[in-house]
């Protein structure tokens, strides 16, 4: 893109590859400085050797369809003008790039600019991607969508986007999620859909994810499974990194604009990824833009209880993608434990772990106390409240940036606004103050 | 011969249909596996499709889901399942077996080294869920270096050219999905299912067996006139499941699959 144009709304990225059978692609892939990151996935929905479509015969079918609608509307004027004024009057964007003075002076060190996402309708990224899948869904003639949540932030976008274009709308969430979560469980309601708590497995987004699986394997005629996060089944991957890549598209004309350069890094929270994808895509080329992906170390890497399946899992097969995950000896999933439900998820994205075997991302990962940290000093100090999941990424930013000579520049993505997370917030503060009182046994 | 070749050549040879069942490896205990096996084969079981308990079994139904969570509370892995087979081939040396489940205990294991102790334990197949044709070379490669068959799902969905591709690749057997949905869903759909039959004979001359929604001997019965052979298995997971013991419930299937065995031969 040129640097001095508006980022547009929507990738003017050309068709990928046609869908003619190419060889199979290499074990290894090529340095990233001969890597064309433009072109991936290739026609098998692959990225290197991650991604792919491991889901049952049924549902090929769908996947199939899902590919050719998207292909013929990606590059049509009409529905990247119905996207772009969505974007723009309904969602809100471009959200703005702010520099955090005040974090940055108390950091000492690096400017941190946010890329501010919680802004938007819904309050947080996940918009983005729903109202591209839902104006795709529009396409397919399926008057029926569902969708998988684990914080409620996708669910909420999903059934926020349901609503206004007159879809029935179902939302599987995992019972400790709602439990976890009953703001949001009410938020979907209140929009008209519907809440199946899932009671299978560990009860957590995992777990929703199996359950949309097997709705949309019995309906798979009249519905539309709208998945929330940069993994999943060939094309879903693609679809959502393409719709969510406005955010790194607007960051990168808005950094121009106001520094008359790039930045030196970019930060973002990764849990199934789509925000950090999003985010980085448009500067993968840009060699010196260093990019990092912050996972949830949960009570830290050693303990065994986090969400960083990048940091310390392997490659596996779930949820219709190689990837990364988080398992057992026997290649069971594992439970994954964070502080925030959003990040909570065995696996991610199989673009990022593609960008981690390249060396083009350097992914780590964060724990619940310095995320909670991150949390707390954003709010007092800039009196913006983030989400947890944000928080990881800011949490690196400002260790990284008090190291760093004043003149470079962070960029955080700022996903989503911590409305959502008082309830998970004020009971660690309960328990941790000793002036409430706490019930006799 | 793979042991499926000549299970399925005899029944033709008979005239005779395939009875498959399905029961979850550690389901509901460890002890009852082999024994349970043994059960099937006395109640006229021709073919065993022993399931892999997955963390995450995306296209299994509730019942067959709350099989897969217990045999993982029991702690059953693919090494547990390969010492099951091993002792369920010390006297058994020729009911086919294949080895039902999802990708990743197999990525996670390593596709080789799968193959080879599959093969060593005395399976004959494997049947990944999540490896459609697209995705399952790799496998498939290492199941043929150890002699060993893989067996497609076919789906209502299926589009013919895929039919051909899937034709292709498959061996032993084709397994058609007679329904839109997950393990243990609703009643099928006779027609719907005759239709389908005949698109796959046209296809391929592998022996075609029909599952999902097969309940009781009636359904049997009317699939068994179409196909070569009928897959039961939420039905006889749910009956070791509401037993009031492993014993109570190896009697329930005995019975229940000597019923399904006197329809398919009747």
Redesign the interface.
Known sequence: MNADSPAPAFDLDPLDAPLTSQP?PPLRPAPPDTVNFAQAPDA?GRFGNYG???????????L?QLEQIYAQLKNDPAFRAEMERDLTHYVGRPSPLYLAEHLTAQTGGAKIYLKREDLLHTGAHKINNTIGQALLARHTGKRRVIAETGAGQHGVATATIAARLGLECVVYMGAEDVRRQAANVYRMQLLGATVVPVT??SRTL??A??EA??DW?????STFYIIGTAAGPHPYPQLVRDFQSVIGREARAQCLEREGRLPDALLACVGGGSNAIGFFHPFLSDADVDLIGVEAGGLGLTTGQHAAPLSAGK??????N?TY?M?D?????SATHSVSAGLDYPGVGPEHAWLKDLGRVDYVAVTDDEALAAFRQLSRVEGIIPALESSHALAYATRMAADMDPQKILLVNLSGRGDKDMDTVRSIDGLATPTIPTEQP | MNRIDQTLANLAEQGRKALVAYVVAGDPDLDTTVPLLHDLVAAGTDIIELGVA?????????II?RAH?RA?ANRV???QIFAMLTEFRRTDPHTPVVLMG????????GLDAFAAAAAEAGADGALT????P??A?PLDHALRTHGLHNV????????PP?LHR?AQMASGFLYY?SL???TG?ATLDIAAVEARLAAIRAASRLPVCVGFGIKDAESARAVARLADGVVIGSALVERLAQADSPEQGRAAVRRFLAEIRTALDS
């Open positions: 199979e098998q792919g479509r491991y889901v049952s015969e049924t549902l090929i079918h769908a199939d299978a497995g995992k777990d994810l199996n699986l097997r394997v019995s309906n798979v005629d490659p596996g097969v779930l949820h219709g190689k995950l398992a000896a026997d290649g069971q999933i | 997955f963390s995450d079994p995306s296209a299994e139904g509730p889901q969570e993982l892995g693919l090494r999802y990708a990743n205990p197999i990525e996670w294991l869920v999540d490896l459609p697209e995705e070379a497609f799902l076919l789906a209502p969905t299926t589009s895929r899937i999905v839109k949905g997950v869903a």
